[in-house]
């Protein structure tokens, strides 16, 4: 069943490829999209614990963090498919659209099963880079301002991992390239500390860690619901799965790991404390997964500071469920957005249960996911830590399920395509049910989440959220910041750099155009594909 990991991150690009060079498959592309990811959703069910070794430097291996991963975004990647014919299907008819696609897919599916550190570097860049075109389709300044700041921060974080990855490869004795090897390497290096500053650096800001998580608010502002969807659900999911694979949970280091939850715990409250002073539904589902972001970054921080070797499979359950509940509520918008009032309530009242298992809501995906973490982060501050952020997570979700409502369609009986309503709800589903199967694989007995002492634990954080969002609710005047927050405060600072701007905006400008980034992209996946076909 090995071929299966090639396959699936083969199949995306075979796709880019025809769309590309037939005008019979680009005609029918834009329906066809949803079965892109396909493949990988059969590899994370039937390739557990396989490996592929490929020519030359690449490898693909699936362990079954990596898996729970892989399956979580094949499969929002193809709800999101589904979803986004019927809602912009104007653009979808253009080949860079498809294309840019086709390549963010196959760079966010393939992350989760890269073997080694230039496999991993290549896929990681992938997802980053072609995102931006998911961003900025849309051609207004709002768009193209956010994809700047995107694209800025991609490159820097970018820099950071490559500076890591070079510092780990020199760490090891072997000079391996293989992941396990060098994490095994990684305590008694020379370059350890340095190697964990650039390394979380990298990964933080993909994941949206404050200070580094200026490009998601405008990000996710100005994508379109669909891509918003796949890049909030499955693409940030890039910087967990680096989370996962290159920390030495197995030797506990606690300085990093109490650093690395310090750092995870500011930007858990950061986002809810930002997410609350902002009007649009879709930057407050930004600050959101700047604040669940934290979290699995706090998690991750105390497991290794405690050495906790079960921590690869809690995080990526957690983040599992995220890819449903964040990429669903996306898909949710889009179907309250095409929805008059009349027609709003069988899309509303699951988005709301979606939305407050987010916090913790006992008997959802979300209290399962909460409940795994919970030893990770014990009895102590962090677990005290970890509840409040649940209390303070009910508030943003409330928030956001009362913005939601505002933008729903102003034709009472206007109603949401099919496709649009089922994306939203395979989704949902996801979100509620999945957990249920997964739970006994990654914590235990699934009989502890029905336990009284559970329940309490995940109520009471969310009735005193309730209770704090009353009181916010009914303030008269409540602070209101524009999406990006840092950025406004520093933005009188690039007149002194103007002229370095206008030449990033031109240099930009014809980087963008299809036929150089076309060409620049297929660059950069062309010998990754090379070597897949060569493998099968």
Known sequence: MNVLLPLAALFPLALFALSAFSPWV?????????????????????????AVTLPGPLGLALDFPGAMLLGAAALIWLAAGIAAPAFWREKLETLP??????????????????????????TFSLVSLAGYGLVTRDGGAAAFRAGRVYFTLAVVGEAFLLTAFVLLAVGTPSGSMAIPDVVAALPASPSRDAALVFLILGLGSKMGLVPLHVWMPPTYSAAPFPAAAVLSGAAVK??????????????ALPG?????????????FFGVAVGLTQRNPKAVLAYSSISQMGFIAAVAGMALAAGRL???????????HHVFAKGGLFLALAAIATTGPRHLRPIL??????????????????????LAVKDALGSGLAGTLGSLSAA????????????????AASDDRAEAPLAIRGAWWIAAAAALLLPWLLFPSVAGSIGKVLEVKAIFDLAWPMVLGGVAFLGW???????????????????????????LTDRIARAEAWITTWPVAGTLLLLLAIGFAGAMVAAR
């Open 473 to 499: 609710s009914r303030l008269s005047r409540r602070p209101e910041l524009p999406p990006g927050d840092v950025l406004i405060v520093l933005r009188p600072a690039a007149t002194s750099v103007r002229g």
């Open 256 to 268: 990093w790991g109490e650093a690395l939850a310090m750092v995870g715990f500011v930007s858990a």
């Open 238 to 251: 890039a910087g967990v799965i680096g989370l996962v694979r290159f920390l030495p949970f197995s030797a």
């Open 392 to 407: 303070a997570s009910t508030i943003l979700m409330l928030h956001f399920i009362t913005r939601a409502r505002t933008i």
């Open 26 to 50: 680009r005609q029918r592309l834009a329906r066809l999209l949803w079965l892109a990811p396909l493949p990988g959703l059969v590899a994370a069910l039937f390739a557990i614990d396989g």
């Open 310 to 320: 079960a921590a690869p499979s809690e995080l990526a359950f957690y983040a599992l």
């Open 349 to 370: 009242w699951p988005a709301i249960v979606v939305a407050l298992g987010i916090a913790g809501l006992p008997l959802t995906g979300g209290a399962l996911a909460k």
């Open 97 to 122: 659209y498809q294309s840019w696609w086709l390549l963010t897919m196959t760079g966010s599916l393939a992350v989760f099963m890269a073997a080694n550190l230039v496999t991993f570097y290549l």
